[in-house]
């Protein structure tokens, strides 16, 4: 079955640096788009996930705006992991990071890694 395992997420100060992985097995990694999301802690429940990036299975990718030029995604095809390099922190980014794929119509998430940045 498809399995999603985020890691890498801590406590950091502004301006300072995390990079979050996500092992992924159970399907063909090398062939689908991978994505990363964030959801505040706290946040009204129900509210959607907020899109963070996104890589597709030539390694093209995708930023939100307010993490494009700090934020980097890459893939490594041969482990199953996907990355997220996240530079210049800041509070604002404080999330729970999750990784997603889509794959035959359904979501599969992980079950998050937590990111807070310290003012």
């Known amino acids: 079955q498809v399995q999603l395992v985020e890691s890498g997420g801590g406590l950091v100060q502004t301006g300072g640096s995390l990079r979050l992985s996500c092992a992924a097995s159970?399907?063909?990694?090398?062939?689908?788009?991978m994505l990363w999301y964030r959801q505040t802690p706290g946040q009204t429940p129900g509210k959607q996930r907020e899109f963070v990036a996104s890589i597709n299975y030539v390694s093209g990718t995708n930023y939100a705006e307010s993490v494009k030029g700090r934020f980097t995604i890459s893939r490594d095809n041969a482990k199953n992991i996907v990355y997220l390099q996240m530079n210049n922190l800041k509070p604002e980014d404080t999330a729970v990071y999750y990784c997603?794929?889509?794959?035959?119509?359904?979501?599969?998430w992980g079950k998050g890694t937590l990111v807070t940045v310290s003012s």
């Open positions: 159970g399907f063909t990694f090398n062939a689908y788009t």
């Open positions: 997603n794929v889509r794959r035959v119509g359904t979501d599969y």
